[in-house]
């Protein structure tokens, strides 16, 4: 059989593995014990969903068998999240100029500042669910003492009425989320992370 994780081959010795299944467990518990978890499954080229995991458990391994798989550890997120930190400060700072930008006619700067608080967003919330995958470790994750989720839907609704202000054009509006709501949640996700 064929062993890859994160797209590089191991050569691995079959003890009493006589299945997939068998397979996924002995290395799940290797992966265990070094603050690590499988994200992802490939079985012969196909993708495998978690609706579709029971069905392979119980195939047996070939010697033309091709498994890939995609772990992630701990230590892993916790970068993710500290080079994130540097990122989050300076958002958090330049969205208290955005309504100066707007008004001065920089619109452009104001653009790039918006997407980047979007791609900022998107990636902090791809490590929190990541982190996820480690109870222990997700549980020390509070942002002004809430849950990741909690904090969110609060969050949630701030960005709404941000993204409603800039279809309606409403620089006023997207100023003040900007820096009395949007920049001091900032601040306590660049906190939260220090804290890590």
Known sequence: MEFYVNNEKLDI???NEKTVGDVLKSFEEECAK????????????KNIGAEEFDSIFDEPLKEDTKLELIIVTQSEIKNSFQSQKEECNALSEQLQNLSVQL????DKEATILISKLADFIEKFCHSATL?????????????DGKSVN???????QILNDFEQAIASKDTVLMGDLAEYEISPRLQSIAKTIEEL
């Open 13 to 15: 010795i079959l003890e």
């Open 34 to 45: 070094n603050n690590a978890t499988t994200i992802n499954i490939v079985l012969n080229g």
């Open 103 to 106: 008004q001065s006619g920089k």
């Open 131 to 143: 982190s996820a995958l480690f109870p222990e470790f997700y549980s020390k994750l509070s942002i």
């Open 150 to 156: 909690d904090f969110f839907q609060d969050f949630s």
